[in-house]
Structure formats: structure tokens, C-alpha cells
């Protein structure tokens, strides 16, 4: 069993930062790329940024020069230092994992739990 374990939501005001955290756990073998997701209220689920097990990231254009995703390959965990945060950041935050566990013979994707991430005005 494998399983994403999100941490750090809450509500903010405009300017301010919040940090996510997203532990992996469970019968794992290999962690290849590891993302943030979020979805605002009526919206599709988007992608925030990404980065690979080399430690390569990219970022949705909404989001650059304010967040940062980090790793922590021996924690198995994915952070999102969240800076600058806008009301348009409103959203449930997901973190997503392509994982191989023990005794599988492919890479699958897994999901957190989601955080409610609230910027106010």
C-alpha cells in the first residue's frame, strides 16, 4: 500500500506564504517525477509545477518567480513554498506521485489527499 499524506493549508492574506508538504509512504520502491496540482471552485484541476527525481522543475506561468517545489528524495516528500500568494491561488492544492511499489512491475500515479489553500483580499 502506498499512500500521499499532504500537509501546511490553511488561509492567508494576499502577500503572505504558506509552505505544503506531501509524504510518501508505504511499500515504495522507486519515486520517478513528483508534481502539485491544485482546482479552484468551477474550474479543471491544473498543474502548479513539477519536477523530476533529478531535481529538474518546471512551473505553470501563473506561478513563476513565486513558488518553488523542492524534494527530499530520502523523506520521500515534494514541497511547495508557496511566496507572494494572490487571491487567484484560491484552490485545493494535490500532490501527485509516479511511483513503483514493491513488488509491482510499473510506475503508477498517486494522489494526496488535497489541501485547502485560501487566499483572502
Known amino acids: 500500500q502506498v499512500q500521499l499524506v499532504e500537509s501546511g493549508g490553511g488561509l492567508v492574506q494576499a502577500g503572505e506564504s504558506l509552505r505544503l508538504s506531501c509524504a510518501a509512504s508505504g511499500s515504495i520502491f522507486s519515486i520517478r517525477a513528483m508534481a502539485w496540482y491544485r482546482q479552484a471552485p468551477g474550474k479543471q484541476r491544473e498543474l502548479v509545477a513539477h519536477i523530476t527525481s533529478l531535481g529538474n522543475t518546471n512551473y505553470a506561468d501563473s506561478v513563476k518567480g513565486r513558488f518553488t517545489i523542492s524534494r527530499d528524495n530520502a523523506k520521500n516528500t515534494v514541497y511547495l513554498q508557496m511566496n507572494s500568494l494572490k487571491p487567484e491561488d484560491t484552490a485545493v492544492y494535490y500532490c501527485?506521485?509516479?511511483?513503483?511499489?514493491?513488488?509491482?512491475?510499473?510506475?503508477?500515479?498517486?494522489w494526496g489527499q488535497g489541501s485547502q489553500v485560501t487566499v483572502s483580499s
Open positions: 501527485n506521485a509516479d511511483i513503483l511499489a514493491l513488488r509491482s512491475r510499473e510506475y503508477r500515479d498517486y
